[in-house]
């Protein structure tokens, strides 16, 4: 088992849950307000939206180099991989999760130490037709993730995602993982999640995997996680700063 010692810091300390924030493209003045509010609330990392459906032009490649270095004057940050809905998504030349994930790392790999890769609906349908697990593209971006050096928490999961989890093992594929954050599913649902958390908690330890559980509504005090936040944290998914 992998000593608690070599995780990235968000990992083991007592951080409430994080939402994902999405930095609209060349707003710094949004972006340097939405930094000096969270710093006066005390807030210890942000989770960076990146919606790697839509490409990287060189506008966008731009606004990363100077956004990334801005938030980690006082933050630790995480860009979180998420396939947003879009008309463009499906044409042809869109790039998928691993190569936009080792893109994103070649180019600005030395500001983070972890990537979240966030599991949405199509994901899901996806698998359905994949026969061999290692042909899906999430698979082999958890994989690639941590063969280029950074930790991977894998994010979004739901209880409809139990049996990819069990094969995700099965496989050896969930070893390069080094935490799973549950999706921040409707407050009326928490104890649904709950459930679901316990049990994944319980089956990463009866395979001697570890791996972090974090679920938004966690209120068991034998988690790693200081929930004492918890509610106040967003229940959303992600939010925007909008201008």
């Not at 490649?61 to 100077?66: D, F």
């Not at 050096?149 to 993982?177: A, Y």
């Not at 679901?196 to 089956?203: T, V, Y």
Request: hydrophobic letters at 35%; proline letters at 5%.
């Amino acid at each position: 088992m992998t000593s608690q010692q070599n995780y990235p810091r968000f990992l083991i300390n007592s951080y409430p849950y994080v939402p994902v924030t999405w930095f609209p493209v060349g707003k710094k003045k949004l972006a340097e307000i939405k930094c000096d509010m969270l710093k006066k609330e005390g807030g210890k990392m942000i989770r960076v939206g990146i919606d790697y459906n839509s490409g990287m032009s060189k506008r966008k490649a731009n606004w990363y180099r100077w956004l990334l270095p801005t938030l980690t004057d006082g933050f630790e940050i995480e860009p979180c991989f998420i396939k947003s809905p879009s008309r463009d998504s499906d044409l042809k030349g869109t790039p998928s999760l691993s190569e936009s994930v080792e893109a994103f790392i070649h180019c600005y790999g030395e500001m983070f130490s972890s990537v979240g890769l966030w599991r949405c609906q199509q994901e899901r349908l996806t698998d359905l037709s994949a026969e061999n697990i290692f042909e899906q593209d999430f698979v082999f971006a958890i994989s690639w993730s941590k063969h280029l050096g950074k930790w991977v928490n894998l994010c979004g999961i739901c209880p409809t995602d139990f049996n990819w989890i069990l094969r995700m093992i099965s496989s050896q594929v969930l070893k390069n993982v080094a935490m799973i954050t549950l999706d921040p599913v409707d407050e009326d649902l928490c104890g649904y999640n709950n459930s679901f958390c316990r049990i994944l908690k319980s089956l990463m330890e009866a395979k001697g995997l570890d791996i972090k559980i974090h679920s938004p509504f966690r209120s068991d005090s034998s988690d790693n996680f200081d929930q004492t936040g918890s509610k106040s944290a967003s229940l959303n998914t992600s939010w925007k700063i909008t201008g």
